[in-house]
């Protein structure tokens, strides 16, 4: 097999795979030399004879993959450009590109990338095998664990929103924000994500846990272990998300609410107290997603309905009086 | 003429315009020189006397501004500091800023200018008349068209959203993302926008498609021509768009959903299944905006109706019973 | 006093503080060598017996954390690697960092930080005492104010979204962006937000503003002074927010639309239209916030209701006919 390729996109020579029954028709007219099926489909007339069958196609690529596009081999090195402050120091072998630039104080650990144009501040210590697309920014202070992986754009530690509200017109006042990000082991944050420092406390982003691409984390926030958050999704200051919860896309949580363990939030929920573990929400305010569904339901036969009870509430003589 | 300027500040040397009613008062106090009138205004009792009535003033415009405001002249040229990688090449004329990076094997087409501290991954495409400005960060493997302009803090790339969801307390598994990025011709990405390269198959922006700043596209998404996608607007995973969509601001769309040509998802509007070409949706879950309304009404008789009502259910003895 | 902490990781050096009964049970297990208190917190049996009580600790905290955290103290100079523009000049003493690219005639007042990779395009003006984060990109034109923060990421005055819409499958035709984006006094700007140059008109920030990370700001938009604007909030082209204006956080306004002095609007709230001075809205479309809660409180009484309405509507037998 030379490479992984779309049912509709894939050639003698590649790999494709069928997981769902909406990709039937394209596996019907695909030329892929093999297909990885889930077992429903082993049997599906039509398509690429060649197929291997097993539980989750998804999970078995996850050892193909690796096999048909190796990792980029990366080369150590400190590039001529990078601007070292005082005290920085690291375990070989590293890797520092162009213009890069390290505040006093930094730690890397052994095996660190760092992309171009990346600007850690003073005192950021980044752990082992961890991996800084270009353009990243840690704020002074920030820690971040083993196995970490940063895209493009992402800002850790930047100041919190916390203003003493104005008074009588004058502007409001800053309220300084001297915490930390903290960023456990195994945690991928996806390009343009911002993460604040916390105030007094610390921000917290717990081990295992992925976030996707411009998602806005607030000071003080606490996530747990192997979450995912997912795009645009926004945490307000001081809110918890206990272990494994999952956030959709553009999901908001509200300022100082407790989300509990394994909780899901759906696409655009938006979140203004406190969740329990193991709950489905959706909506504004969020509520059981099962809830919002039945009310939708409920509205939409409500125009017919509030027209038969107008009719009864304005003559109630029809009805026997 | 000496430039444009909004009727409340366009001076006697100024061309300004008037589009719609509500600038009227603004009209009246005008000292612009010269006004494009929408024919509707032509006549209209005080204001500025010299007034050229055109069908829509913000298109004769398009033709005024380059006049009055000619773009500027660049000179082409490598900066000194730019780091190009083996095998990049170009077409000239092309202008590579300050702090640029390519990686190997960069193709640029000709008229190609890349601005201060952008990064271009191994591998990448842009073609003729292409312009980045600041900070862009393209990931391996990104290939743009032609007459493309991509804004600062741009990610086109980034690995998409894909794990194998925990399981027994395991951190979520990456799948590895090893799709491309592919913009068609006449594109225009607005700031800090992040599109995720593919996982297998790639994601595609479809040419003539104009993006706002801010907006999120997850992996595999294929967007057709010519569509409008406003701020902060995000699309997960695999999710299609037909040609000539518009999104609005914020408004958000499913993974696996397809929005038919020529549909239209107003502000902040969540869609979790599929749109029918030329359907006009808002709201969450997204259906007719025209039901939206309508069911906003019925909510707001609805506290009045409920009151009513619970009186009639209780009591129905007053009936007659 | 060595620090300030969180109740449960304060020590007997460190000084604390409670705010919030949310808080008491920390408060009486914590190690604090002193708490400032709320009066109402002032006899609270258990906890440290240290307190000092003031009406609002967080306000007290503003005095102290100065003290406890004095400002890292900066040197001024321009580093080597700055690319200066011709023209450019400011006032002693200013801190350019590594890798900034200022473009021809920039000015920047007294005590300037400019960080590591910031690019100022041609003519760009900052006031007095301004801070730039790393990696901040102003447009050519844009205009800054005295005392101003602007977080890593911030790209101001980028081109608005505007475009006459596709005809005859033409792709759309870009309407030039000539009016700049100007931010007033005492503005503080969060991580990664975009705030777009007028198209003709320009984008005003007005003194005093505090705006957070993601936010998107656009074309022709004025914000008045003393305004929050929460993060990932979203302001369409054109429209006007009046003094001391809150949006919560992914708050959406559309074009056009005029926000009254003083109104907020609540996480998430979608405004389509015009808000009176003072008000509180949330929802989509945003109505006051009194009746969106009003209406989930019926929506939610409404499953039992239908169901009983139906029998109702559909026996009207059972009433006397």
Same mark, same amino acid.
């Given at each position: 097999?030379?490479?992984? #390729?779309p049912?509709?996109?894939?050639g003698a020579?590649?790999l494709?795979?069928?997981?769902?029954?909406?990709?039937?028709?394209a596996? !019907?007219?695909?030329?892929?030399g093999?297909v990885? $099926?889930?077992?429903?489909f082993?049997?599906e007339?039509?398509?690429?004879?060649?197929?291997?069958?097993?539980?989750?196609?998804?999970?078995?690529?996850?050892?193909i993959?690796?096999?048909?596009?190796p990792?980029p081999?990366?080369?150590?090195?400190?590039?001529?450009?990078?601007?070292i402050g005082?005290?920085?120091?690291?375990?070989?072998? @590293?890797?520092?590109?162009?213009?890069?630039?390290?505040?006093?104080?930094?730690?890397l650990?052994?095996?660190v990338r760092?992309?171009?144009?990346?600007?850690l501040?003073?005192?950021?210590?980044l752990?082992?095998?961890?991996l800084?697309?270009? *353009?990243?920014? $840690?704020y002074s202070?920030t820690?971040?664990?083993? =196995?970490?992986?940063?895209?493009?754009?992402? !800002?850790?530690?930047?100041?919190?929103?916390?203003?003493v509200p104005?008074r009588?017109?004058?502007?409001?006042r800053?309220?300084?924000?001297?915490g930390?990000?903290?960023v456990?082991?195994? @945690?991928?944050?996806?390009?343009?994500?911002t993460?604040?420092?916390?105030?007094?406390?610390?921000t917290?982003?717990?081990?295992g846990?992925? @976030?996707?691409?411009?998602v806005q984390?607030?000071?003080?926030?606490h996530?747990?272990? %192997?979450?995912?958050?997912a795009?645009?999704?926004g945490i307000?200051g001081?809110? *918890?998300?206990?272990?494994?919860?999952?956030?959709?896309?553009q999901?908001?949580?509200?300022?100082?609410?407790h989300?509990?363990?394994? #909780? %899901?939030?759906l696409?655009?929920?938006g979140?203004?107290?406190d969740?329990?573990?193991g709950?489905?929400?959706s909506?504004?305010?969020a509520? &059981?997603? %099962?809830d919002v569904? =039945?009310?939708?339901?409920?509205?939409?036969?409500? &125009? =017919?309905?509030? #027209?038969?009870?107008?009719?009864?509430?304005?003559?109630?003589?029809? *009805?026997?009086?």
């Amino acid at each position: 097999m030379a490479g992984v #390729a779309p049912l509709d996109r894939a050639g003698a020579h590649e790999l494709s795979f069928l997981v769902h029954r909406r990709y039937l028709a394209a596996f !019907r007219r695909s030329a892929a030399g093999v297909v990885l $099926c889930a077992p429903e489909f082993a049997a599906e007339p039509g398509g690429p004879a060649c197929r291997v069958v097993v539980p989750e196609p998804h999970v078995a690529l996850l050892a193909i993959i690796p096999l048909l596009y190796p990792e980029p081999v990366w080369t150590s090195g400190i590039h001529a450009t990078a601007v070292i402050g005082p005290g920085a120091r690291w375990d070989d072998p @590293v890797a520092i590109g162009p213009y890069v630039v390290l505040g006093a104080q930094v730690r890397l650990g052994r095996n660190v990338r760092v992309g171009a144009s990346c600007v850690l501040g003073d005192g950021v210590v980044l752990g082992d095998d961890v991996l800084l697309h270009p *353009h990243v920014v $840690c704020y002074s202070g920030t820690v971040v664990g083993n =196995r970490v992986t940063l895209h493009a754009g992402v !800002r850790l530690g930047s100041d919190g929103f916390g203003y003493v509200p104005s008074r009588a017109g004058e502007p409001p006042r800053k309220i300084p924000q001297i915490g930390r990000c903290i960023v456990g082991d195994d @945690v991928e944050i996806g390009a343009n994500t911002t993460i604040d420092r916390g105030s007094v406390d610390d921000t917290v982003i717990g081990a295992g846990t992925k @976030v996707d691409n411009l998602v806005q984390v607030g000071h003080n926030v606490h996530i747990g272990a %192997r979450c995912l958050i997912a795009g645009q999704a926004g945490i307000a200051g001081s809110t *918890h998300l206990g272990d494994d919860v999952f956030l959709g896309g553009q999901a908001g949580v509200s300022d100082h609410v407790h989300i509990g363990r394994g #909780a %899901r939030v759906l696409v655009q929920g938006g979140v203004i107290g406190d969740i329990d573990a193991g709950a489905t929400v959706s909506g504004y305010p969020a509520r &059981s997603h %099962r809830d919002v569904l =039945r009310a939708q339901g409920v509205l939409s036969r409500l &125009s =017919r309905i509030a #027209a038969e009870l107008e009719a009864l509430v304005h003559e109630p003589d029809d *009805h026997g009086h």
